[in-house]
């Protein structure tokens, strides 16, 4: 059973940082794709960015782009994302996501933890 834990939100100001974490389980993740998708109050998820597990390379949201880092940690099966120069229109729910690499869906999804950002 797939399992994914997502921690580091918070509230910050805006112009500050944080890092998300998420934490995978239950299977060898090497062929998977993890993503980040945020939900903003009233709004459909978004994608934000994602990260091929195997060889790292990454694609971004262009709204995140330059101020977002997403990387991998192969011994800690955790996913992390970097969110700096962070925006009020960054508040939103974040959820990490994993998916099959070569798949359209991703079917295994974490909680989600809220990340607000002040003016």
């Known amino acids: 059973q797939v399992q994914l834990v997502e921690s580091g939100g918070g509230l910050v100001q805006a112009g500050g940082s944080l890092r998300l974490s998420c934490a995978a389980s239950?299977?060898?993740?090497?062929?998977?794709?993890m993503g980040w998708f945020r939900q903003a109050p009233g709004k459909e998820r978004d994608f934000v960015a994602r990260v091929k597990w195997r060889d790292g390379i990454t694609w971004y949201a262009d709204s995140v782009k330059g101020r977002f880092t997403i990387s991998r940690d192969n011994a800690k099966n955790t996913a992390y994302l970097q969110m700096n120069s962070l925006k009020p229109e960054d508040t939103a729910v974040y959820y990490c996501?994993?998916?099959?690499?070569?798949?359209?869906?991703?079917?295994?999804w974490g909680q989600g933890t809220q990340v607000t950002v002040s003016s």
């Open positions: 239950g299977r060898t993740f090497s062929d998977y794709v």
């Open positions: 996501a994993a998916k099959y690499a070569g798949t359209n869906t991703y079917p295994y």
